[in-house]
């Protein structure tokens, strides 16, 4: 019974089911917020995000001001004079393995200059290991402002191991375009890389050799919008054995992360010859079982694409994968998204503005935590070029380039905080706890709050809560069967004026009245006595 209660919590706060009563005063409506710190569910890796491309041109070129303002608000745990975050604190950082269409130049087939990678691997086997500057900024970055975990990633082998000598498919075929012969090359190639870098203080907690396998990134003309290679579970089977035996060898320490499935639902059912992965990979029955590997940890990885283009949806994809995913023993890591698909209009054909993005945002990290139980949640790109005020959907900083990508300017969006609400106070170790709700009136109803609790060893508490409706809430927090007293509480706010980021609000006692405001994210951070 208190299961079932359990997962009711869940469903109701996930969408957001808040009683308001119809036609009265606001004053009038009070949601108790109730956290059972002794009802815990998974424990937190990691938030993060990628710097893939473009950070190349920045990290290489860009005046060290800027793109220390930039690392600064990724990467910061300060607060400033006033006591607002300098930055969002990311506990993860994914640094992406070039695989050399940039010395191809204009014959690599990557039409935008931009989204070319260098490679340490030269054409007569050695390594050069000045390549990657702007990446490897970055990487030394997020070292320097202590981000907890680094993650190696790569889109494509090295193009002297690809079947067309291109860093992307030419062949519509589903299979990987790294040659049959070069399995234990690439293998080599990718714990070289790593062993490169433990030498140098920035060791890669994981290494994912494979990325998005199930869609064929074969482009007929031979041009390209990005590196990129399918592979089946035959292949991705193969590459980890190989891996997982190079890492051996080289006394490495790093984890293997498998599969960073192009959708969710590869992860647990759908079609083609990259489906059903947690069946697949960790069945001891099924004959590509991996979990006996010693790099490989009981953990798989997929996108959260394309799985939100409507609340049922949102819902039902996450539920199905967290039964897989316990049923099988395993973590599961959100490692990749940003709002590719539609859903984030949510059925407007207006432009959307920076905040209903944060918004929606939110939506899809909350949902991710308190239904799919994923333990880590990455954002894609930190930074591409665009606009800080409507359609904000790819990224977390906007970068305006000049036309050669050795300068320009950047302006921050409302992504950046909506995914700091959770990064900068949500840190690794902390547990997921769960949560309830009551109502001080039941006439009418509102999807618009959702609300999860996070605590660490020290029995901190965190609060995150999305107004996702047009009218202000009141909340009181409730925690009970503590086994701490809790007393100071600060509140971050975040709404679409222009200087409310995280603003901080010291809050007399938790207990006290909160006012949600409309369309904001609020993060309160309460201290144990």
């Not at 293998?187 to 869609?215: M, R, T």
């Not at 995913?325 to 940003?338: D, I, P, R, T």
């Not at 302006?411 to 547990?431: D, Q």
């Not at 200087?499 to 809050?507: A, C, G, S, T, Y």
Request: charge should be positive; hydrophobic fraction near 35%; include cysteine.
């Amino acid at each position: 019974m208190r299961k079932n209660i359990s997962v009711i919590c869940l469903f109701v706060l996930c969408m957001g089911n808040v009683l308001l009563t119809n036609g009265a005063s606001l004053k009038d409506t009070i949601i108790t917020i109730h956290i059972y710190p002794d009802r815990k569910a998974q424990t937190i890796d990691n938030f993060g995000s990628s710097g893939c491309w473009f950070s190349e041109g920045i990290g290489k070129y860009w005046p060290a001001e800027k793109k220390e303002k930039i690392a600064s608000l990724l990467f910061s745990r300060k607060f400033d004079s006033k006591g607002q975050p300098e930055g969002i604190g990311l506990s993860a950082w994914r640094f992406n393995i070039g695989a050399g269409t940039l010395e191809q130049g204009d014959s690599s087939g990557i039409k935008d200059f931009r989204k070319r990678s260098d490679s340490f691997l030269n054409p007569d086997g050695t390594y050069d290991w000045t390549k990657q500057t702007g990446h490897r900024f970055f990487l030394q970055k997020a070292k320097d402002h202590g981000v907890e975990t680094l993650i190696a990633f790569s889109n494509s082998p090295p193009v002297q191991f690809t079947k067309n000598g291109l860093g992307f498919k030419t062949e519509k075929d589903y299979r990987s375009n790294l040659r049959e012969d070069s399995y234990e090359a690439y293998a080599g190639f990718l714990a070289a890389v790593i062993k490169h870098f433990d030498q140098e203080g920035l060791c890669f907690a994981y290494i994912s050799p494979v990325n998005e396998p199930q869609w064929d990134w074969s482009r007929k003309y031979k041009e390209a919008d990005q590196e990129g290679s399918p592979w089946t579970n035959e292949e991705i089977y193969k590459v980890t054995k190989a891996l997982n035996t190079a890492l051996a060898e080289g006394r490495l320490k790093s984890k293997i992360l498998v599969t960073e499935a192009g959708k969710l639902t590869y992860l647990y059912g759908d079609q083609g010859a990259a489906s059903k992965q947690i069946q697949t990979f960790f069945d001891p029955k099924s004959p590509m079982y991996i979990g006996d590997l010693k790099h490989v940890p009981k953990l798989i990885a997929g996108h959260s694409y394309f799985t939100e283009a409507n609340d049922r949806v949102l819902l039902d994809t996450r539920k199905q994968l967290a039964d897989a995913v316990k049923s099988y023993g395993l973590n599961y890591w959100q490692s990749e998204y940003s709002m590719l698909g539609d859903g984030f209009r949510e059925g407007s054909k207006d432009r959307r503005s920076s905040m209903d993005c944060a918004l929606f945002l939110s939506k899809v990290i909350h949902t991710d935590l308190t239904i799919g139980n994923a333990a880590a949640w990455q954002f894609w790109n930190a930074y591409e070029p665009g606009s800080d005020a409507f359609n904000t959907r790819y990224y977390l900083i906007a970068l305006q380039p000049d036309a050669d990508f050795k300068n320009g300017t950047f302006s921050v969006t409302k992504n950046l905080w909506a995914l700091g609400h959770y990064s900068r106070f949500i840190r690794p170790g902390m547990t997921r706890l769960l949560t309830g709700n009551t109502m001080s009136s039941s006439k009418a109803e509102e999807k618009n709050l959702m609300v999860s609790a996070y605590m660490d060893k020290d029995n901190k508490m965190v609060v995150v809560g999305t107004n996702y409706g047009t009218r202000d809430v009141k909340v009181r927090l409730d925690i009970g069967n503590a086994k701490k007293r809790y007393g100071l509480a600060t509140r971050y706010l975040t709404t679409a004026a222009d200087d409310m980021n995280m603003k901080p609000e010291m809050l007399k006692e938790y207990t006290q009245l909160i006012s949600l405001p409309a369309r904001s994210i609020s993060t309160i951070v309460i201290d144990s006595l």
